[in-house]
DNA sequence: AAAGATTGAGCGCTCAATCTTT
DNA sequence: AAAGATTGAGCGCTCAATCTTT
């Protein structure tokens, strides 16, 4: 893409950086998942939102709530949930303050599945990352991670 | 979780680093995507395709050239170069030399979607990532990258 | 109208099964 | 059998449209 004009391009070094970033991440993404999905038939996703269940009064949350938890856009938790409920992950219950709204709380099923899940997946999250960087190195990867977040939060949409 | 016992969990620090990576990820990648598909209709993965083919000779390579250059799995590759097909980016061509195989080829209508996407593309890359960090934020972040990745590729699968 | 939430279509990824040529 | 590659099923994510209650 050398020969366009015009535009900034990245420096080599910048480059290198992306191409490595980027695939590291889709790399480990793609182990933590399979890891958890056959260890546990559990998804990333489902882990998260499963996490943030266990982490509430009474395991119980509103849709509206897990979305600022979980930062994720509405519609993909709507079908997360569905999924989650039909397979028994989650309850759907009714909120009676408001209309609207559902509760989501965790069922029996879903608590067994975190509890079951959660050693392996600290487990291999310690293997395939964290035993392989010095404290240095995560300090400064949690600087770089934050630091991205409020520019992302900050140039809006 | 923290009542369970026998596991090794996550230090506090680590923990911190952990979602704030994780957050970090699924956000820039998300909104990269978006941009991308808004202004070009390719996706982030259409995108990797076209470039490794546009920096080949002759702009084709095997599918398998392209996995071990993508690190992408098979049938991942395989199902994507089908859409790809069906929306002209790329063809496909019979192999000569091996009848087993196909060559995937840039089409023009390939070409003319990554020259017309890429500005915009690094311009993002740019301006959501770059431009917050130092140059010595980006070099700790290539060398995390590759000490992570070499570590997976040392612990097999 | 805004807030809370869901739905359907269309594309993306993974697993397991399968097929052909080497 | 191994290498190169594809296919179908099932789940995941995004966009746009929609619905109900506030």
Redesign the pocket.
């Known amino acids: 893409m050398g020969h366009m004009t015009g535009t900034r391009w990245l420096s080599p070094d910048q480059q290198r950086a992306w191409r490595a970033f980027l695939r590291m991440q889709g790399r480990l993404?793609?182990r933590l998942?399979?890891q958890l999905?056959?260890d546990s038939g559990l998804?990333?996703?489902?882990y998260d939102v499963l996490v943030q269940l266990t982490d509430s009064a009474q395991g119980r949350l509103?849709?509206?709530?897990l979305?600022r938890l979980l930062q994720?856009?509405?519609?993909?938790?709507?079908?997360?949930?569905?999924?989650?409920h039909r397979?028994g992950l989650v309850a759907?219950d009714e909120?009676t303050?408001?209309?609207?709204?559902?509760y989501i709380t965790l069922t029996d099923a879903g608590r067994a599945a975190i509890e079951s899940a959660a050693p392996g997946h600290v487990d291999a999250v310690r293997r395939l990352f964290f035993d392989g960087l010095t404290g240095e190195q995560v300090a400064a990867l949690e600087r770089v991670s934050t630091q991205v977040l409020d520019r992302l939060d900050a140039l809006h949409t």
Chains 1, 2 share one sequence.
């Open positions: 993404d793609a998942n399979r999905q056959s998804s990333l996703a489902d509103r849709p509206y709530e979305q994720w856009e509405q519609s993909r938790l709507s079908h997360h949930l569905s999924r989650m397979r759907r909120c303050n408001d209309g609207r709204g559902t």
